[in-house]
């Protein structure tokens, strides 16, 4: 054990003060930071304590078991703590997100529009199903004390409907009957029909 403690004091008269007091910091700070940029949390630990350990050896050299070797223990396990804070910091390569929307769309079909000249129509019996429908609807809605601009819809939406009945639609004839349909549709959800 004598000749450990002679190497110490050796070790110790050999280096200045500055050694153990500004390289053992100097050096946990750089690790630090090169830590944080590689992303590695994990290995900063073990290096502060592996830093901390020489520094704690070179300070027992300079001045034996003092309350300059604690000191500088607690000064610097509170540099270590506040580097620690440094892997808050988002540094380094963000993951790339997978865009759910790109994921899971699906591209609408283009819809095929008539030529020039050329109007598209729409069956009487394909219309006269919706007209059908719509017809039942507003029935309904007439017995129902519906409120004076509830009733004025309605009355609207019958005289459309009977200018449609019987007869091919055009495209927007059919959009128009669409609306209305979807107008009887809005009243009935508001009466509980």
């Known amino acids: 054990m004598e ?16 050694v153990s007091l500004v390289v053992c910091p100097g050096v946990l700070i750089a690790a630090a930071l090169l830590l944080t940029i590689l992303g590695k949390k ?13 520094g704690a050896f070179l300070v027992a050299c300079e001045a034996g078991v003092s309350a300059q070797l604690f000191g500088w ?4 396990v509170l540099l270590a703590a ?14 790339e997100k997978e865009d759910l929307y790109e994921k899971f769309r699906v591209p609408l079909e283009e819809p ?3 030529e020039e000249g ?6 009487a019996e394909e219309s006269g199903i919706r007209l059908a429908h719509a017809e039942e609807l507003l029935s309904a809605l007439n017995k129902c004390p519906l409120t004076a601009g509830d009733r004025l819809e309605t009355d609207a939406v019958s005289r459309t409907i009977d200018g449609y009945r019987g007869r091919e639609l055009n495209a927007d004839e059919m959009r128009s ?10 009243l ?3 009466y509980k029909l």
Not at 82 to 95: D, S, T, W
């Open 73 to 76: 223990l607690g000064l610097y």
């Open 42 to 54: 994990g290995a900063y630990l073990p290096t502060a304590a592996g830093i901390g350990g020489a």
């Open 177 to 186: 009957l669409n609306d209305c349909l979807a107008t009887v549709l809005k």
């Open 118 to 123: 050329e109007e598209e129509t729409f069956a």
């Open 3 to 18: 000749i450990f403690l002679k190497w110490m004091e050796e070790i110790g008269e050999a280096l200045p003060d500055l």
């Open 82 to 95: 506040l580097l620690r804070l440094l892997f808050l910091i988002p540094v380094g390569k963000k993951e």
């Open 112 to 114: 095929e529009f008539p």
């Open 188 to 190: 009935t959800a508001k």
